[in-house]
């Protein structure tokens, strides 16, 4: 019994470790602090970049103080799902286009991913 009980405590150590390995490919980057003199049309425009095994799987904006209705022309635009499914290097090297009518806000967006990405590629 004690054999069987040792040997089930020593597999699930092991599970653990392996998922602790593999969040250890995951890197989330908020870019409130590394950016806020990234200004947009209205102010700071910072973002969450998930990284995946140095791939980017999603973009996504944090509260802001955009015009709505503006900030929403960049989203709808595609621009933050641009880096999605690219390398770190390649999303940092990437020619963005701003979203026509929401210029500000797009080149604050544009800022923020290759800003918060390349602080990813000083890390290692």
Same mark, same amino acid.
């Given at each position: 019994?004690?054999?069987?009980?040792l &040997?089930?405590?020593? +597999?699930m150590m092991?599970?653990?470790?392996a998922?602790a390995a593999?969040?250890s /490919?995951?890197?989330v +980057?908020n870019t &409130? /602090?590394?950016?806020k003199? *990234?200004?947009?049309y209205n102010?700071?425009?910072?973002?969450?970049?998930? *990284?995946?095994k140095? +791939?980017?799987v999603k973009?996504?904006?944090l509260?802001? $103080?955009?015009?709505?209705?503006f900030f929403?022309? +960049?989203?709808?635009?595609?621009?933050? $799902?641009?880096?999605?499914?690219?390398?770190i290097?390649?999303?940092v090297k990437?020619?963005?286009d701003? *979203?026509?009518g929401a210029?500000?806000?797009?080149?604050s967006?544009i800022?923020?991913?290759? &800003?918060?990405?390349?602080s990813l590629?000083?890390?290692?």
């Amino acid at each position: 019994m004690k054999k069987y009980l040792l &040997t089930g405590i020593l +597999v699930m150590m092991a599970a653990v470790s392996a998922f602790a390995a593999e969040k250890s /490919d995951t890197v989330v +980057v908020n870019t &409130t /602090d590394i950016c806020k003199n *990234v200004i947009g049309y209205n102010g700071p425009t910072p973002l969450i970049i998930k *990284v995946v095994k140095n +791939v980017v799987v999603k973009v996504e904006a944090l509260p802001n $103080q955009e015009t709505p209705k503006f900030f929403k022309m +960049v989203e709808k635009g595609g621009l933050l $799902q641009a880096p999605v499914g690219l390398k770190i290097e390649e999303a940092v090297k990437k020619p963005y286009d701003a *979203v026509s009518g929401a210029t500000y806000s797009s080149i604050s967006v544009i800022r923020n991913i290759k &800003t918060g990405l390349k602080s990813l590629l000083t890390e290692e």
